[in-house]
Nanobody
Framework: QVQLVESGGGSVQSGGSLRLSCAVSGDRYSNLCMGWFRQAPGKAREGVAEIDSAGRTTYVDSVKGRFTISQDKAKNTLSLQMNSLKSEDTAMYYC???????????????????WGQGTQVTVSS
């Protein structure tokens, strides 16, 4: 089992920045793909970014150049730095993990088994 706890959400004005963190605990797997997803009211859960154990990253097009995913293995922490935030970034953000052999799977919720409880990000225009 892997436990994930997000923090760092909040309210910010358009153009502002937020940094989300995800504390990872539980069973230690050598090959975890870690990801950030978001879900706005009435919309499907969307993959935002993912990172594998080798540091390879994938982003959804809408956040490229604005968001950066990173991990600190020594601290068992996953982060998402979000800059130039827009109102359309408003959503509940979830940390997720998948046990993999090799690189991350496609950035889609159905490939991820472990989930955090979410942290709300609200961007006002």
């Amino acid at each position: 089992q892997v436990q994930l706890v997000e923090s760092g959400g909040g309210s910010v004005q358009s153009g502002g920045s937020l940094r989300l963190s995800c504390a990872v605990s539980g069973d230690r797997y050598s090959n975890l793909c870690m990801g950030w997803f978001r879900q706005a009211p009435g919309k499907a859960r969307e993959g935002v970014a993912e990172i594998d154990s080798a540091g390879r990253t994938t982003y959804v097009d809408s956040v490229k150049g604005r968001f950066t995913i990173s991990q600190d293995k020594a601290k068992n922490t996953l982060s998402l730095q979000m800059n130039s935030l827009k109102s359309e970034d408003t959503a509940m953000y979830y940390c997720a993990a998948a046990v993999v052999v090799g690189p991350c799977p496609p950035l889609a919720a159905r490939y991820f088994y472990y989930w955090g409880q979410g942290t709300q990000v609200t961007v006002s225009s």
